[in-house]
């Protein structure tokens, strides 16, 4: 018995397709930039910005692909239970999305990457959805 060779297709991933850590780490200062002028958000975030845009930026490369470092450092993501402590309901859900899609609308992305990006908020922002409006 021998095995067959698999087809040498290459995989690129989307964090290769955006240009790797710096797209992300352009995302993420741009999100926080949001985050920190916005009335809803900025008061469930710790005064300092900076170690959460690190441990967003890393789990984001992570997701799409890229290096492993956010679970080298955080363990398994969690993230419905790291969200538990603070209450999202739908005005911080459209909040921290507009937030998001802010960033991303300034950013050079090709449209079906964009797409993907998109999709893929809209999805996890639905889920770490935790109460009810107030
Ligand atoms: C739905 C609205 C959301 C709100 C209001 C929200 C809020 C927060 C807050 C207050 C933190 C703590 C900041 C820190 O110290 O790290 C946090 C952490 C985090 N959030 Fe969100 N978030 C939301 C959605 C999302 C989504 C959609 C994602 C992923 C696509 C995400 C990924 C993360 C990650 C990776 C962390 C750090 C987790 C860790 O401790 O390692 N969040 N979020």
Known sequence: MHLVPSPEVPVVTLFERVGGMPFFAELTRRFYEQVALD???RPLYPADLGPAEDRLRLFLAQY???PTTYSELRGHPRLR???APYLIASAEQRAWLSAMVGALDGMAVADDDRAEL???FEMAATHLRNAPDH
């Open 118 to 120: 998109v999709a893929y």
């Open 64 to 66: 799409w692909g890229g």
């Open 39 to 41: 009335p809803v958000l």
């Open 81 to 83: 239970m790291r969200h």
